[in-house]
């Protein structure tokens, strides 16, 4: 654990080593790559803390969720770099020329990472990519409620980079909120929107710019065409990754209300195939504490309370308790809209179903809420699905699957209002933890000698003659 009172000098020493000299672009390939050996050395150890933490998580899910796709992102950092590191040349306009002009990018400095406990391998090593990628210099804070992997991300970070250059931070609450209100060139947020309007209040006192990625309630809208058993077999599927632990997982489903009790049906002869059992398997993932678990049979509790209807996918009608923290699918239907489980993000394996009439209405109902993380819509008439797309606004979207956007190295990820703000992945990543640095190059040819006091009749026809080239 980093105390609090040592983060203030461990900024200080990254920031006095960055002034020594920026990485270059053979430092941050060697960087890159001892972030992708450091993975790689300890993927069995990774694997096993992850699982520990969560108390029971597929080795197969944790490869395939989050050391794949971070693997998958240093290589196209790498790939990728020298192009993005290249001076973009832009050009003048023609009352400026022979002057040139260009964009540099730049690193910032020092750059705070926070991750997130759902996937901490990826959620605190893939700001990481980009900001070493930028040439900056990190300090990485993993979650403390997954202690065993934040522990030994801090390790391997220790292993194979100088502190004063990429270091861990381990730590309680207390840590977390010291570490938000250091004086970071740019803070990098990720996880829930009540934390995240702290972190950035925090940030501002030293007016730090800040990314967060938070989550919210992500719609599933099916067209009454589209198929449903191949729409439910993805849209389960993604839902169910974590046991729904996921902030891109699909909330709600938006069904048109003849296709409800076919959906329900399907919901819950899919996911009794995927998980025939919860409880006596290694691949249904458990809830990550009992608090957790808690809270989502509250969830449902309360929308049965008040005469929902709650269909819990339990094959093997094994025990799901708080101590096992093993909760089953759950699927509720007729909701009011009043209830937490309609109003908060779920973050967990329920999935309410809300009945509409039209496309106009199902579309008019997510537009009605907070702008969500991403939004899924499931039909295979291209003119509809680019109609959903305009007419909605999310941080991401995709069309008949869900979460795979995330895998699509060069599609910007992040939220829009209240899930969130500024984006990550690929180049986006690259320039969010960079300055564009807008650069102009007087030509020795250049005579302005016209446009400067003292003005007389020909300065002013001068401009004259330029207001009306721009319409003026």
């Known amino acids: 654990m980093t105390e609090p009172a040592a983060l203030a000098a461990l900024l200080a020493a990254q920031r006095a080593a960055f002034a020594r000299g920026a990485p270059d672009h053979d430092r941050r390939i060697a960087a890159l790559d001892a972030l992708r ?8 150890e990774l694997v096993a803390a992850v699982s520990d933490d969560f108390g029971g998580r597929a080795e197969e899910e944790t490869l395939l969720l989050e050391l794949f796709p971070l693997l998958d992102e240093i290589k196209h950092a790498r790939r990728q770099l020298k192009k993005w590191m290249r001076p973009r040349s832009v050009r003048p306009p023609w009352y400026l020329l022979p002057a040139r002009a ?24 893939s700001p990481l990519v980009g900001a070493i990628a930028a040439g900056n210099h990190v300090m990485v804070k993993p979650s403390e409620v997954t202690p065993r992997t934040a522990d030994l991300v801090a390790r391997i970070l220790a292993e194979r980079f100088p502190r004063e250059y990429v270091a861990g931070v381990t730590g ?27 972190v950035m209040k925090a940030a501002a006192e030293h007016l730090t710019p800040v ?34 632990q996921t902030c891109v997982a699909p909330d709600y489903a938006l069904v048109h209300r003849d296709r409800v009790p076919a959906f329900v049906e399907a919901v819950r002869r899919t996911a009794a195939a995927l998980y025939p059992r919860l409880v006596d398997t ?9 608090a957790h678990w808690e809270r989502l049979r509250a969830l449902a509790d309360g929308a049965r309370a008040a005469g929902a209807e709650v269909l819990e996918v339990n ?35 329920i999935l309410p179903v809300v009945a509409y009439d039209t496309l106009d209405e199902a579309i008019a109902y997510v537009n ?11 039909d295979d008439d291209a003119r509809r699905a680019d109609e959903v797309l305009a007419r909605t606004t999310s941080g991401g979207a995709a069309v008949n699957d869900v979460i795979l956007q995330l895998a699509v190295d060069d599609l910007p990820f992040g939220g829009v209002g209240a899930s969130g703000m500024g984006h990550y992945h690929g180049f986006d990543g690259f320039q969010t933890f960079s300055k564009k640095k807008g650069v102009f190059v007087q030509s020795r040819l250049a005579s302005g000698g016209m446009l400067r006091p003292p003005y007389g009749e020909r300065s002013r026809k001068i401009i004259r ?8």
Not at 37 to 44: M, N, S, W
Not at 102 to 125: D, E, F, T
Not at 465 to 472: D, E, K, N, P, S
């Open 37 to 44: 050996d450091g993975v790689r050395a300890h993927e069995a």
């Open 102 to 125: 260009r964009v540099l990018h730049q690193p910032l400095g020092v750059v705070g990472v926070i991750g997130a406990w759902n996937y901490q391998l990826l959620l605190s090593l």
């Open 172 to 198: 309680d609450a207390d840590v977390a909120a010291a570490f938000s209100a250091l004086p970071f060139d740019h803070l990098f947020f990720t996880g829930s929107t009540r934390v995240g309007k702290l």
């Open 211 to 244: 990314t967060l990625e938070l989550g919210g309630k992500s719609p599933a809208i099916l067209h009454r065409d589209a198929p449903i058993e191949r729409s439910v077999g993805r849209l389960v599927t993604g839902k169910l990754y974590n046991a729904g």
């Open 282 to 290: 290694r691949d249904y993932t458990r809830i990550v504490t009992r």
């Open 315 to 349: 094959p093997a009608a094994e025990a799901c308790t708080a101590e096992n923290r093993v909760f089953p699918p759950t699927v509720v239907v007729r909701a009011p809209d009043a209830l937490a489980v309609m109003r908060e993000e779920i973050f967990g394996p």
């Open 368 to 378: 009605a809420r907070p702008r969500p993380l991403a939004l899924y819509y499931f």
């Open 465 to 472: 003659a330029l207001l009306r080239a721009v319409g003026g």
